[in-house]
């Protein structure tokens, strides 16, 4: 019967005596992102596992033939269903078996009347709606989230499902509501503001409805994955890029305040994605810190005060809304960099609390994570293989927040246009070359790529900042936009299990030393000239046009990860 099926087909085998939730049935049986699951009773493949269960019916054939369980010897048998004995061969057989969490509802098949009679008793107890909607929102979210989003975004969600809408679309609203709620900044206008921050939020309840509507109706993609992951960004610089023309309008140049807000943002991710990394499958990984936080989860209010001191996207958003409403743009900016900086202040203080009082081997796979955060470019690939290798568990950080500290030092304190910072640029390289000289397993080595990325968007700010150069600062907005979407773009590549962009991209755009050294290149030789602004543009747009048509190929590709990213709440 399954070879009547076509192969490019998902198969599902479901005994007749099932009695449980739909919901049950829709976990395990429809969920795209895995390709074989089961529940009790009941198991699916998809056509990459097709080939598995095969294999399964044969060794399970062969099985019952001798009189044998099915599955690895020694493993307990927890479903004697012939779905379960297929599913426990294709675990055996080496193809993993997903088996979602149910909670409360019931999947069951029972073999008495007695068990049958207590299974329909549990499934007319529990309603299959109501957990269904519970599901579709997140288990750790914000204050600000949790409490005044989630509470009816769910049901909008719901209704989205019944009318047929997809995530995507959601998504693509949300986006399309946050550029609208730019424009109306952009008109520099009371009533303009007013606008975009109503619109704001209204983008913002759009953001969280995509995701619930995904896991309400399980329609995860690859296509979600990749609107998911960036367009939060895109909205959210978008909008400062509007406060600042709308602030323009009014007589009030705050670009470098709206391109620092933006460069601050990038650093505190990049800080949480390369701890992330660094530490997710660590051998030991446990730390007097850790315990405490642990502790501290146990009391309710530390939890939802500890999740709003990071000032998490709901927050900020809400933050950025009301502000926008009844003050002025500088004012929101300076709110940003005030609250984002302190929220940077205190996650960082705790991750290398934790990092200096774990016990921790970190891994290959961490290690080569980090080096791709680390961003490379041919320069720093070249000083890495023929230059000395430090010894020392910290030499890794501290030569990168040297060689950080030394190029921003040098954009601040040379004069505009001095072949210094060149010079400068070029230490920056060689010493950025030396930090990833070897692998970077040491306890803080996740500073690495936070070091470069602060070093490359600080440059850039300084630099533009300084030109006195009519459009630079914008020029310089768009580069670092452009250049921080590449990033993001390694982040959720590396989180889907895909790895990093091909290298020739990284070499193409230069790797972030060699970007930086462009950069200063283009101060000494436009000095004071609006041939800096031009040429910071045409930088922008080409470092734009390569990552945004591989990034597109890559994520609409059959190779792309099937998941729609829960993300951070920041």
């Known amino acids: 019967m399954i070879s009547a099926v076509p192969a490019d087909h998902r198969v599902a085998l479901v005994d007749p005596r099932f009695i449980g939730h739909v919901h049950a049935l829709r976990l395990g049986l429809t969920d795209p992102r895995f390709p074989a699951a089961a529940v009790p009773g009941a198991l699916t493949a998809q056509p990459e596992a097709r080939p598995a269960l095969v294999r399964?019916?044969?060794?399970?054939?062969?099985?019952?033939?001798a009189g044998t369980p099915p599955g690895a010897p020694g493993a307990p048998v927890t479903d004697r269903t012939v779905p379960g004995s297929l599913a426990a061969a294709m675990d055996a057989g080496g193809t993993e078996v997903r088996r979602p969490e149910l909670g409360s509802l019931v999947a069951a098949v029972p073999t008495d009347d007695a068990t049958r009679a207590e299974a329909e008793s549990a499934?007319?107890?529990?309603?299959d709606e109501a957990v269904r909607l519970r599901s579709a929102v997140k288990a750790h979210d914000g204050f600000f989230t949790t409490f005044f989003i989630s509470p009816y975004s769910r049901y909008i969600a719901r209704w989205c499902a019944r009318r047929g809408l997809t995530p995507n679309q959601v998504t693509t609203a949300s986006l399309l509501t946050a550029l609208?709620?730019?424009g109306c900044a952009a008109t520099g206008t009371r009533g303009g503001y007013v606008a975009a921050g109503v619109l704001l939020l209204l983008s913002f309840v759009l953001d969280c409805t995509d995701g619930q509507l995904a896991r309400y109706s399980l329609q995860y993609s690859t296509m979600g994955a990749w609107l998911d992951a960036t367009f939060d960004r895109a909205k959210e610089y978008a909008y400062y890029a509007g406060l600042a023309l709308g602030a323009a309008r009014g007589g009030d140049d705050v670009w470098a305040l709206a391109l620092g807000a933006m460069v601050l943002q990038a650093?505190?991710?990049v800080i949480d994605f390369s701890f992330n990394e660094a530490n997710h499958d660590a051998v030991a990984n446990s730390s007097p810190t850790a315990a405490l936080s642990t502790k501290l989860d146990s009391v309710g209010w530390t939890?939802?005060?500890?999740?709003?001191?990071v000032l998490p996207i709901g927050e900020r958003w809400a933050m950025i809304a009301v502000l926008t409403a009844v003050t002025t743009p500088r004012?929101?900016?300076?709110a940003l960099l005030v609250g984002c900086s302190f929220a940077a202040c205190y996650t960082t203080a705790g991750r290398l609390l934790r990092s200096l009082t774990r016990k921790a081997k970190r891994t290959d796979r961490a290690a080569q994570a980090l080096a791709d955060l680390a961003d490379s470019g041919p320069l720093a690939e070249a000083v890495a293989a023929v230059g000395p290798r430090l010894g020392g568990s910290w030499s890794a950080p501290v030569t990168a927040l040297l060689a950080g500290a030394l190029m921003i030092a040098s954009a601040l304190t040379q004069p505009f246009g001095s072949w210094h910072t060149i010079l400068a640029a070029v230490v920056y390289a060689m010493l950025s070359g030396m930090a990833v000289s070897r692998p970077l397993k040491g306890a803080l080595d996740w500073l690495v790529p936070p070091a470069f990325r602060a070093a490359e968007y600080?440059?850039?700010?300084v630099l533009a900042a300084r030109s006195d150069v009519p459009g630079a600062l914008p020029a310089a907005f768009g580069l670092v936009s452009a250049v921080a979407y590449h990033h993001y773009d390694t982040v959720y590549r590396i989180r889907g299990g895909t790895g990093a962009p091909p290298r020739w991209l990284v070499r193409t755009i230069g790797g972030h030393e060699g970007r930086t050294l462009v950069v200063t290149v283009f101060a000494a030789v436009f000095t004071r000239h609006s041939t800096f602004t031009a040429a910071l543009t045409a930088l922008a747009v080409a470092v734009a046009l390569v990552v945004l048509v591989e990034s597109?190929?890559?994520w609409v590709s059959s190779g792309a990860p099937a998941v729609h990213d829960e993300g951070e709440p920041a």
């Not at 399964?56 to 033939?65: H, I, K, R």
């Open 267 to 269: 650093c505190r991710h």
């Open 303 to 309: 939890v939802w005060v500890r999740r709003m001191i």
């Open 331 to 334: 004012i929101v900016f300076y």
């Open 552 to 554: 597109i190929r890559f």
């Open 123 to 127: 499934l007319a107890s529990v309603d």
């Open 56 to 65: 399964a019916l044969d060794t399970a054939t062969a099985a019952v033939g």
């Open 458 to 461: 600080c440059t850039v700010l």
């Open 180 to 182: 609208i709620a730019a």
